[in-house]
């Protein structure tokens, strides 16, 4: 293998470009049923939809960070991770993205940004305590992947849509069952039709495109760092230190379950369909593939 081929995934492409335009669509009928109620002209649609749609796309990792509790951090404030994650950007080619830290004992570590150009990685301070330096390479060369990708934002998109149309299900009940509602109860009902589709198929494009990313961003880690024992130590470790972590301190992680490396529950689900992550028992198994092509031993 060769690490020219880091980030290049074709079927993540594709996956990439069915969940673009199923998420295209279905935002176009969200909005059609929306200022149908709303009995809006169509140059206010646009200006709403456009609107959303651009501080969406040019806030998304300025969100994430917050909604993660990450800061920001500079050279002198963390040298070591800012050595770490130029090296790799450096085998890597790829634009050293900016450099967080959460503060959280939850091992756990993401990337966000709408392009490399506006790209972080944050890793909680948990990550950085408990792992080897190779273990931590292998988390980060993984969130680079990600970057590299460019799947990042597919996935932003796919969850505002999701949060979205849940909030419209939540005001709908709220106040779609009064008294004086029967002029506006029917219109009403077909925006809470239509926001339940949404939210469920946007839910289920971003976990099915959210298993397949998390196999290609090891796979380009692995390539990337010619350690994928490391990444799979890493993970085990994680995986290990997530069921020893307080409830109270996973729950308040969980809303970025789709973006961590790993999710922020440390009890396996009976239900993988809503996993945001495929089993850890096939991410090992994958990487040891990988570490037996790479050592030259696979049959």
Request: with cysteine.
């Amino acid at each position: 293998m060769k690490r020219k081929a880091y980030g290049r995934d074709a079927g993540l492409s594709l996956r990439m470009l069915l969940t673009t335009s199923m998420l295209g669509l279905l935002y176009v009928l969200f909005a059609v049923a929306l200022f149908y109620v709303l009995n809006a002209g169509i140059v206010l649609m646009v200006v709403i939809v456009g609107g959303l749609a651009f501080v969406q796309y040019f806030t998304s990792d300025k969100l994430a960070l917050r909604a993660a509790g990450a800061k920001v951090v500079e050279r002198d404030e963390a040298p070591e991770l800012h050595d770490m994650i130029e090296r790799l950007c450096a085998m890597a080619d790829l634009r050293k993205p900016r450099v967080a830290v959460i503060e959280s004992d939850v091992p756990n570590a993401f990337a966000t940004g709408r392009n490399q150009k506006h790209a972080a990685v944050a890793v909680t301070t948990g990550l950085w305590n408990r792992l080897e330096p190779k273990e931590v390479e292998g988390v980060l060369a993984h969130e680079l992947s990600h970057i590299a990708n460019r799947d990042v934002l597919i996935m932003t998109l796919a969850s505002f849509f999701a949060s979205i149309a849940s909030l419209i299900l939540q005001f709908g009940f709220f106040f779609g069952g009064g008294e004086d509602s029967d002029d506006d109860g029917p219109s009403i009902f077909v925006v809470m039709l239509v926001a339940l589709a949404v939210y469920i198929i946007s839910f289920f494009l971003m976990q099915a495109l959210s298993r397949y990313r998390e196999f290609a961003a090891d796979r380009g880690a692995a390539i990337l760092t010619s350690r994928p024992s490391a990444l799979a130590s890493a993970l085990l470790k994680i995986s290990g230190t997530m069921e020893r972590i307080p409830q109270n301190d996973l729950r308040a992680h969980a809303e970025m379950n789709a973006f961590y490396i790993f999710p922020a529950n440390a009890k396996k689900s009976l239900f993988n369909l809503f996993s945001t992550h495929p089993p850890l028992e096939k991410r090992i198994e994958r990487l040891e593939r990988l570490e037996a092509q790479l050592q030259g031993t696979a049959r």
